[in-house]
Nanobody, 123 residues
Framework: QVQLVESGGGLVQPGGSLRLSCAASGSIGGANSMGWFRQAPGKEREFVAAISPNGGNTYYAHSVSGRFTISRDNAKSTVYLQMNSLKPEDTAVYYC????????????????WGQGTQVTVSS
């Protein structure tokens, strides 16, 4: 089991940027695909981005493709989500999650979750 802690959320104006971090308690290198998900008030949790164990493969939701970048530093057991050109509709609680080897966009395939970090995009 991996314990995950997200940080980096906050209030930002439309068009601004934020970088979220997800620190894992144990090693996630070489074994865990990682994902970012988000949940806005009154909405279902949705997939944002995912990255393979070695960082060689990434996948993005259509709504964030070209604006968000997922990356990882296995030496630091940390995953990042760089968010640029933020829009009000990006406002949500953002969660990172860990699963096995295979990259997935489905939240029910992730076993370990962080507590979430709030991102608010507003002028």
């Amino acid at each position: 089991q991996v314990q995950l802690v997200e940080s980096g959320g906050g209030l930002v104006q439309p068009g601004g940027s934020l970088r979220l971090s997800c620190a894992a308690s144990g090693s996630i290198g070489g074994a865990n695909s990682m994902g970012w998900f988000r949940q806005a008030p009154g909405k279902e949790r949705e997939f944002v981005a995912a990255i393979s164990p070695n960082g060689g493969n990434t996948y993005y939701a259509h709504s964030v493709s070209g604006r968000f970048t997922i990356s990882r530093d296995n030496a630091k057991s940390t995953v990042y989500l760089q968010m640029n050109s933020l829009k009000p509709e990006d406002t949500a609680v953002y969660y990172c999650a860990a699963r096995g080897w295979i990259l997935s966009t489905r939240d029910n395939e992730y076993a370990d979750w962080g507590q979430g970090t709030q991102v608010t995009v507003s002028s």
